[in-house]
Protein backbone atom coordinates (compact mmCIF):
# COMPACT_ATOMS: atom_id res chain seq x y z
CA UNK A 1 0.00 0.00 0.00
CA UNK A 2 1.20 3.33 -1.27
CA UNK A 3 -0.25 6.37 0.71
CA UNK A 4 0.03 9.79 -0.45
CA UNK A 5 2.26 12.38 1.92
CA UNK A 6 0.30 13.52 5.06
CA UNK A 7 -0.48 17.05 3.90
CA UNK A 8 -1.77 16.13 0.57
CA UNK A 9 -4.49 13.90 2.24
CA UNK A 10 -4.96 16.60 4.86
CA UNK A 11 -5.82 18.87 1.80
CA UNK A 12 -8.76 16.63 0.71
CA UNK A 13 -10.21 15.55 4.01
CA UNK A 14 -10.71 19.01 5.06
CA UNK A 15 -12.63 20.16 1.91
CA UNK A 16 -16.25 20.20 2.72
CA UNK A 17 -15.56 19.35 6.79
CA UNK A 18 -17.16 21.55 9.79
CA UNK A 19 -15.12 19.99 12.58
CA UNK A 20 -12.78 17.53 13.55
CA UNK A 21 -12.72 15.87 17.06
CA UNK A 22 -10.02 16.22 18.43
CA UNK A 23 -8.34 17.37 15.46
CA UNK A 24 -4.50 17.46 16.48
CA UNK A 25 -4.27 13.76 16.51
CA UNK A 26 -5.49 13.26 12.79
CA UNK A 27 -2.29 14.29 11.75
CA UNK A 28 -0.96 11.81 14.41
CA UNK A 29 -2.95 8.68 12.83
CA UNK A 30 -2.22 9.62 9.19
CA UNK A 31 1.32 9.74 9.60
CA UNK A 32 1.43 5.88 11.73
CA UNK A 33 -0.62 4.64 8.62
CA UNK A 34 2.13 5.32 6.53
CA UNK A 35 4.50 4.46 8.99
CA UNK A 36 2.95 1.39 9.85
CA UNK A 37 1.34 0.90 6.30
CA UNK A 38 -1.95 0.42 7.98
CA UNK A 39 -5.29 1.68 6.45
CA UNK A 40 -7.04 3.43 8.95
CA UNK A 41 -10.61 2.54 9.38
CA UNK A 42 -13.11 4.55 8.06
CA UNK A 43 -16.93 4.16 9.75
CA UNK A 44 -20.14 5.51 8.62
CA UNK A 45 -23.56 4.41 10.08
CA UNK A 46 -27.13 4.59 8.75
CA UNK A 47 -29.99 3.20 10.35
CA UNK A 48 -32.48 2.23 7.41
CA UNK A 49 -35.13 4.29 8.51
CA UNK A 50 -36.20 5.38 4.80
CA UNK A 51 -35.08 3.46 1.34
CA UNK A 52 -34.28 6.74 -0.53
CA UNK A 53 -31.20 8.21 -0.55
CA UNK A 54 -30.59 12.27 -1.29
CA UNK A 55 -27.77 14.85 -1.86
CA UNK A 56 -27.56 14.99 2.36
CA UNK A 57 -26.97 11.49 2.83
CA UNK A 58 -24.14 11.54 -0.24
CA UNK A 59 -21.94 14.43 2.33
CA UNK A 60 -20.63 11.63 4.26
CA UNK A 61 -20.33 9.04 1.78
CA UNK A 62 -18.60 11.32 -0.62
CA UNK A 63 -16.03 11.62 2.31
CA UNK A 64 -15.75 8.13 2.44
CA UNK A 65 -14.82 7.61 -1.38
CA UNK A 66 -12.80 10.29 -0.38
CA UNK A 67 -10.71 7.96 2.07
CA UNK A 68 -11.01 4.81 -0.20
CA UNK A 69 -9.31 6.86 -2.73
CA UNK A 70 -6.68 7.53 -0.32
CA UNK A 71 -6.23 3.83 0.28
CA UNK A 72 -7.85 3.46 3.82
CA UNK A 73 -10.86 1.07 4.59
CA UNK A 74 -14.53 2.22 4.79
CA UNK A 75 -16.83 0.31 6.90
CA UNK A 76 -20.65 0.49 6.55
CA UNK A 77 -22.79 0.00 9.70
CA UNK A 78 -26.32 -0.73 8.63
CA UNK A 79 -27.72 -0.39 11.90
CA UNK A 80 -30.42 -2.33 12.05
CA UNK A 81 -30.43 -2.68 15.64
CA UNK A 82 -30.35 1.03 16.39
CA UNK A 83 -32.90 1.53 13.67
CA UNK A 84 -35.58 -0.29 15.97
CA UNK A 85 -34.67 2.71 18.97
CA UNK A 86 -34.55 5.32 16.21
CA UNK A 87 -32.16 8.25 16.26
CA UNK A 88 -32.91 10.98 18.75
CA UNK A 89 -30.39 13.53 17.49
CA UNK A 90 -31.64 16.73 16.49
CA UNK A 91 -35.03 15.89 17.26
CA UNK A 92 -36.70 17.87 19.46
CA UNK A 93 -39.25 14.74 20.26
CA UNK A 94 -39.59 10.87 20.55
CA UNK A 95 -39.79 9.03 16.57
CA UNK A 96 -43.58 7.50 16.68
CA UNK A 97 -43.40 5.55 13.42
CA UNK A 98 -41.57 1.90 15.02
CA UNK A 99 -40.44 0.23 12.01
CA UNK A 100 -40.75 -3.90 11.83
CA UNK A 101 -36.82 -5.70 11.37
CA UNK A 102 -38.89 -7.06 7.98
CA UNK A 103 -38.86 -3.39 6.70
CA UNK A 104 -35.56 -2.25 8.57
CA UNK A 105 -33.66 -5.14 6.16
CA UNK A 106 -35.83 -4.04 3.09
CA UNK A 107 -34.79 -0.46 2.98
CA UNK A 108 -31.28 -1.65 4.00
CA UNK A 109 -31.21 -3.45 0.70
CA UNK A 110 -32.21 -0.63 -1.42
CA UNK A 111 -29.99 1.60 0.29
CA UNK A 112 -27.03 0.00 -0.28
CA UNK A 113 -27.85 -0.46 -4.14
CA UNK A 114 -27.91 3.68 -4.01
CA UNK A 115 -24.88 3.63 -2.08
CA UNK A 116 -22.81 1.67 -4.66
CA UNK A 117 -23.23 5.02 -6.74
CA UNK A 118 -21.28 6.75 -4.68
CA UNK A 119 -18.63 4.52 -2.21
CA UNK A 120 -16.60 1.61 -3.86
CA UNK A 121 -18.73 -1.42 -2.06
CA UNK A 122 -16.44 -4.29 -3.38
CA UNK A 123 -13.36 -3.24 -1.43
CA UNK A 124 -16.07 -1.70 1.75
CA UNK A 125 -16.77 -3.60 4.65
CA UNK A 126 -20.39 -3.68 5.21
CA UNK A 127 -21.82 -4.88 8.93
CA UNK A 128 -25.49 -4.71 10.34
CA UNK A 129 -25.02 -3.90 13.99
CA UNK A 130 -27.86 -6.36 14.90
CA UNK A 131 -24.98 -8.90 14.75
CA UNK A 132 -23.66 -8.28 18.00
CA UNK A 133 -26.22 -6.42 19.76
CA UNK A 134 -28.27 -9.82 18.81
CA UNK A 135 -25.67 -12.14 20.63
CA UNK A 136 -26.10 -9.71 23.65
CA UNK A 137 -28.15 -11.28 26.68
CA UNK A 138 -29.45 -8.59 29.79
CA UNK A 139 -26.37 -9.00 31.57
CA UNK A 140 -24.41 -7.69 29.10
CA UNK A 141 -26.70 -4.63 28.34
CA UNK A 142 -26.56 -3.61 31.65
CA UNK A 143 -22.86 -3.72 31.92
CA UNK A 144 -22.64 -1.60 28.54
CA UNK A 145 -25.33 0.82 30.28
CA UNK A 146 -23.03 1.02 33.66
CA UNK A 147 -20.45 2.63 31.41
CA UNK A 148 -22.44 5.58 30.77
CA UNK A 149 -24.30 8.34 33.25
CA UNK A 150 -27.36 10.01 32.91
CA UNK A 151 -25.50 13.23 33.52
CA UNK A 152 -23.53 12.32 30.40
CA UNK A 153 -26.57 11.89 28.50
CA UNK A 154 -28.03 15.10 29.29
CA UNK A 155 -25.23 16.80 27.74
CA UNK A 156 -26.18 15.78 24.78
CA UNK A 157 -27.80 19.12 23.02
CA UNK A 158 -30.97 17.16 22.01
CA UNK A 159 -31.39 15.95 24.97
CA UNK A 160 -30.63 18.87 27.11
CA UNK A 161 -33.38 21.24 25.28
CA UNK A 162 -35.98 18.57 26.10
CA UNK A 163 -35.20 18.40 29.28
CA UNK A 164 -35.72 22.61 29.88
CA UNK A 165 -38.97 22.49 27.69
CA UNK A 166 -40.46 19.22 29.40
CA UNK A 167 -40.98 16.90 26.76
CA UNK A 168 -40.59 13.49 27.87
CA UNK A 169 -37.33 11.49 26.77
CA UNK A 170 -37.77 7.77 26.57
CA UNK A 171 -35.50 5.34 28.30
CA UNK A 172 -34.97 3.66 25.04
CA UNK A 173 -33.94 6.66 23.84
CA UNK A 174 -31.04 6.97 25.73
CA UNK A 175 -29.48 3.78 24.94
CA UNK A 176 -29.12 4.71 21.16
CA UNK A 177 -25.91 6.84 21.41
CA UNK A 178 -24.93 4.17 23.52
CA UNK A 179 -25.34 1.87 20.39
CA UNK A 180 -23.73 3.70 17.89
CA UNK A 181 -20.86 4.39 19.93
CA UNK A 182 -20.24 0.58 20.75
CA UNK A 183 -20.30 -0.23 17.09
CA UNK A 184 -17.03 1.84 17.05
CA UNK A 185 -15.96 -0.49 19.43
CA UNK A 186 -16.83 -3.66 17.89
CA UNK A 187 -15.63 -2.74 14.26
CA UNK A 188 -12.34 -0.69 15.61
CA UNK A 189 -12.69 2.59 13.93
CA UNK A 190 -10.39 4.95 13.44
CA UNK A 191 -12.52 7.65 11.90
CA UNK A 192 -16.24 8.15 12.36
CA UNK A 193 -17.98 10.34 9.64
CA UNK A 194 -21.47 12.06 9.82
CA UNK A 195 -22.62 15.58 10.76
CA UNK A 196 -22.32 18.34 13.74
CA UNK A 197 -25.62 17.10 15.40
CA UNK A 198 -23.47 13.35 16.04
CA UNK A 199 -20.58 15.01 18.01
CA UNK A 200 -21.56 13.89 21.52
CA UNK A 201 -21.79 9.77 20.38
CA UNK A 202 -18.62 10.19 18.84
CA UNK A 203 -17.12 11.35 21.70
CA UNK A 204 -18.61 8.40 23.50
CA UNK A 205 -17.55 5.97 21.74
CA UNK A 206 -14.00 7.22 22.25
CA UNK A 207 -14.60 6.77 25.47
CA UNK A 208 -15.72 2.96 25.24
CA UNK A 209 -12.81 2.53 23.28
CA UNK A 210 -10.16 3.91 25.47
CA UNK A 211 -12.10 1.89 28.69
CA UNK A 212 -11.61 -1.18 26.06
CA UNK A 213 -8.14 -0.28 25.72
CA UNK A 214 -8.07 -0.04 21.83
CA UNK A 215 -6.87 3.22 19.50
CA UNK A 216 -9.52 5.85 19.89
CA UNK A 217 -11.78 7.57 16.85
CA UNK A 218 -11.43 10.65 15.13
CA UNK A 219 -14.84 12.63 14.34
CA UNK A 220 -14.69 14.07 11.07
CA UNK A 221 -18.12 16.36 10.78
CA UNK A 222 -19.67 17.98 7.79
CA UNK A 223 -22.30 20.77 7.99
CA UNK A 224 -25.89 19.98 7.38
CA UNK A 225 -26.51 20.21 3.57
CA UNK A 226 -29.75 22.63 3.34
CA UNK A 227 -32.82 21.44 0.77
CA UNK A 228 -33.90 23.37 -2.09
CA UNK A 229 -35.83 26.13 -0.09
CA UNK A 230 -32.57 27.00 1.35
CA UNK A 231 -33.26 27.10 4.68
CA UNK A 232 -34.09 24.06 6.25
CA UNK A 233 -31.73 20.36 6.45
CA UNK A 234 -32.65 18.39 3.44
CA UNK A 235 -35.28 15.93 4.04
CA UNK A 236 -38.09 13.60 2.37
CA UNK A 237 -40.24 14.62 5.11
CA UNK A 238 -40.19 18.45 4.27
CA UNK A 239 -40.29 17.92 0.79
CA UNK A 240 -37.06 19.99 0.01
CA UNK A 241 -34.55 16.94 -0.92
CA UNK A 242 -32.96 15.35 -4.27
CA UNK A 243 -32.65 11.74 -4.88
CA UNK A 244 -29.87 10.70 -6.27
CA UNK A 245 -31.98 8.22 -7.56
CA UNK A 246 -34.77 10.41 -9.36
CA UNK A 247 -35.13 10.24 -12.82
CA UNK A 248 -32.77 12.99 -14.41
CA UNK A 249 -35.45 15.69 -15.49
CA UNK A 250 -36.97 15.89 -12.25
CA UNK A 251 -33.28 16.28 -10.54
CA UNK A 252 -32.04 19.17 -13.29
CA UNK A 253 -35.74 21.25 -12.33
CA UNK A 254 -34.74 21.11 -8.41
CA UNK A 255 -31.52 22.06 -8.76
CA UNK A 256 -32.70 25.17 -11.12
CA UNK A 257 -34.75 26.22 -8.07
CA UNK A 258 -32.00 26.32 -5.61
CA UNK A 259 -31.39 29.62 -3.92
CA UNK A 260 -28.55 31.67 -5.20
CA UNK A 261 -27.37 31.59 -1.75
CA UNK A 262 -26.52 27.77 -1.24
CA UNK A 263 -24.88 27.61 -4.52
CA UNK A 264 -21.23 27.04 -2.99
CA UNK A 265 -22.09 25.04 -0.30
CA UNK A 266 -23.46 22.72 -3.02
CA UNK A 267 -20.42 23.23 -5.21
CA UNK A 268 -18.02 22.35 -2.07
CA UNK A 269 -19.78 19.17 -0.46
CA UNK A 270 -21.62 17.62 -3.54
CA UNK A 271 -18.56 18.31 -6.34
CA UNK A 272 -14.95 17.61 -6.67
CA UNK A 273 -14.53 20.98 -8.77
CA UNK A 274 -11.82 22.86 -7.77
CA UNK A 275 -12.60 25.54 -5.08
CA UNK A 276 -10.87 28.27 -6.84
CA UNK A 277 -13.05 27.35 -10.22
CA UNK A 278 -15.82 27.23 -7.97
CA UNK A 279 -15.31 31.05 -6.83
CA UNK A 280 -15.29 32.13 -10.80
CA UNK A 281 -18.17 30.09 -11.33
CA UNK A 282 -20.41 31.59 -9.12
CA UNK A 283 -19.13 34.71 -10.17
CA UNK A 284 -21.22 34.20 -13.63
CA UNK A 285 -24.72 34.17 -14.44
CA UNK A 286 -26.33 32.11 -11.96
CA UNK A 287 -28.28 30.37 -14.17
CA UNK A 288 -25.59 28.71 -16.20
CA UNK A 289 -23.77 28.42 -12.62
CA UNK A 290 -26.90 26.07 -11.70
CA UNK A 291 -26.83 24.10 -14.76
CA UNK A 292 -23.32 23.35 -14.29
CA UNK A 293 -23.50 21.97 -10.70
CA UNK A 294 -26.91 20.20 -12.19
CA UNK A 295 -24.76 18.39 -15.23
CA UNK A 296 -21.90 17.31 -12.67
CA UNK A 297 -24.26 15.84 -10.16
CA UNK A 298 -26.85 14.29 -12.78
CA UNK A 299 -23.75 12.75 -14.74
CA UNK A 300 -22.35 11.23 -11.62
CA UNK A 301 -25.49 9.49 -10.45
CA UNK A 302 -26.89 8.58 -14.41
CA UNK A 303 -24.20 9.76 -17.10
CA UNK A 304 -23.12 12.56 -19.34
CA UNK A 305 -25.68 11.69 -21.64
CA UNK A 306 -28.46 11.51 -19.49
CA UNK A 307 -27.25 14.79 -17.85
CA UNK A 308 -26.79 17.12 -20.77
CA UNK A 309 -30.36 15.64 -22.01
CA UNK A 310 -32.24 16.64 -18.78
CA UNK A 311 -30.52 20.40 -19.35
CA UNK A 312 -31.59 20.44 -22.65
CA UNK A 313 -35.14 19.26 -22.03
CA UNK A 314 -34.87 21.89 -19.17
CA UNK A 315 -34.06 25.02 -21.47
CA UNK A 316 -36.58 24.16 -24.19
CA UNK A 317 -39.75 23.26 -21.82
CA UNK A 318 -39.17 25.97 -18.92
CA UNK A 319 -36.49 27.96 -19.75
CA UNK A 320 -37.97 29.35 -23.19
CA UNK A 321 -41.52 28.38 -21.88
CA UNK A 322 -42.42 25.54 -24.29
CA UNK A 323 -43.97 22.93 -23.25
CA UNK A 324 -43.61 20.35 -20.48
CA UNK A 325 -43.53 16.74 -22.23
CA UNK A 326 -45.20 15.33 -18.93
CA UNK A 327 -48.20 17.81 -18.47
CA UNK A 328 -50.82 15.75 -16.01
CA UNK A 329 -54.66 15.01 -17.41
CA UNK A 330 -57.36 16.62 -14.92
CA UNK A 331 -61.07 15.34 -15.39
CA UNK A 332 -62.98 18.19 -15.22
CA UNK A 333 -67.21 17.50 -14.90
CA UNK A 334 -69.38 19.45 -17.57
CA UNK A 335 -71.74 19.99 -15.06
CA UNK A 336 -69.50 22.77 -13.49
CA UNK A 337 -69.93 24.98 -16.48
CA UNK A 338 -72.43 27.60 -16.91
CA UNK A 339 -75.24 27.05 -20.13
CA UNK A 340 -72.25 28.89 -22.72
CA UNK A 341 -69.62 26.15 -21.10
CA UNK A 342 -68.24 28.97 -19.19
CA UNK A 343 -66.46 28.81 -15.83
CA UNK A 344 -65.18 31.39 -14.32
CA UNK A 345 -61.33 31.10 -14.58
CA UNK A 346 -60.64 31.23 -10.64
CA UNK A 347 -62.44 28.25 -10.28
CA UNK A 348 -60.93 26.39 -12.83
CA UNK A 349 -57.88 26.56 -11.67
CA UNK A 350 -58.78 25.22 -8.10
CA UNK A 351 -61.05 22.30 -10.13
CA UNK A 352 -57.49 21.48 -11.51
CA UNK A 353 -55.93 21.66 -8.46
CA UNK A 354 -53.36 23.95 -9.51
CA UNK A 355 -54.11 25.75 -6.57
CA UNK A 356 -55.57 25.37 -3.29
CA UNK A 357 -57.43 28.14 -2.60
CA UNK A 358 -59.05 31.12 -4.27
CA UNK A 359 -56.41 33.61 -3.00
CA UNK A 360 -53.86 31.71 -4.21
CA UNK A 361 -55.67 31.76 -7.75
CA UNK A 362 -56.26 35.49 -7.46
CA UNK A 363 -52.29 36.38 -6.63
CA UNK A 364 -51.08 33.90 -9.80
CA UNK A 365 -53.71 35.54 -12.14
CA UNK A 366 -52.39 38.81 -10.88
CA UNK A 367 -48.72 37.88 -11.66
CA UNK A 368 -49.09 37.23 -14.62
CA UNK A 369 -48.78 33.15 -14.21
CA UNK A 370 -51.70 32.02 -15.73
CA UNK A 371 -52.91 31.43 -19.26
CA UNK A 372 -54.43 28.27 -21.39
CA UNK A 373 -53.57 26.85 -24.67
CA UNK A 374 -56.30 26.19 -27.22
CA UNK A 375 -54.97 24.67 -30.76
CA UNK A 376 -51.45 26.23 -29.73
CA UNK A 377 -53.05 29.37 -29.60
CA UNK A 378 -52.24 31.19 -25.79
CA UNK A 379 -54.60 33.64 -24.19
CA UNK A 380 -53.27 35.49 -20.97
CA UNK A 381 -55.74 35.45 -18.16
CA UNK A 382 -55.40 39.55 -16.31
CA UNK A 383 -58.56 39.52 -14.58
CA UNK A 384 -59.38 37.09 -11.41
CA UNK A 385 -63.34 37.42 -12.22
CA UNK A 386 -62.50 36.50 -16.24
CA UNK A 387 -64.74 33.69 -17.47
CA UNK A 388 -63.28 31.56 -19.91
CA UNK A 389 -65.29 28.76 -22.47
CA UNK A 390 -64.23 25.22 -21.64
CA UNK A 391 -62.48 23.01 -24.41
CA UNK A 392 -62.06 19.52 -24.00
CA UNK A 393 -57.94 18.72 -24.38
CA UNK A 394 -57.41 22.76 -23.41
CA UNK A 395 -53.95 23.42 -22.00
CA UNK A 396 -53.95 25.76 -18.78
CA UNK A 397 -51.01 27.19 -16.82
CA UNK A 398 -50.83 28.27 -13.55
CA UNK A 399 -46.95 28.47 -12.78
CA UNK A 400 -43.29 27.81 -14.00
CA UNK A 401 -44.54 24.17 -13.05
CA UNK A 402 -48.20 24.20 -12.54
CA UNK A 403 -49.81 22.76 -15.54
CA UNK A 404 -53.13 20.45 -17.02
CA UNK A 405 -54.62 19.06 -19.95
CA UNK A 406 -58.34 19.30 -19.47
CA UNK A 407 -60.33 16.33 -19.86
CA UNK A 408 -63.92 17.23 -19.99
CA UNK A 409 -66.45 14.42 -19.00
CA UNK A 410 -70.47 14.21 -18.58
Known amino acids: MSFLPVAEQLKIIYRGVEKIVPEEELTQKLKKSIETNRPLRVKYGIDPTAADVHLGHSVPLRKMRQFQDLGHQAVIIIGNATALVGDPSGRDEARTKKLTEAE?????????????????????EVHRNGDWFGEMDLGDILNLCGKVTIAQLLT?????????????????????????AWDSVVIKSDIELGGTEQLYSFM???????????????????????????????????GNYIGISEDPFGMMKKFMQLPDAVMKMYYELLTEIDLGEVEEILTGHPKEAKVRLAKTIIAEYHDEAAAGGAAAQWQKEIGEGNLPSDIPEKTLSSSLLNED??????????????????????????GGAVFFLIDGEKTKIADRGEWIHIVDGMIVRAGKKDWAKVNLVD
Open 104 to 124: VEENAQYYLNQVGKIIDLSNA
Open 204 to 238: LARDLQKDQSLNQQIGVMSPILVGTDGTRRMGKSL
Open 341 to 366: GNLQVAQLLKELELVPSTSQAIQRIK
Open 156 to 180: RDDFSKRMKAEVPIYLHECLYPIMQ
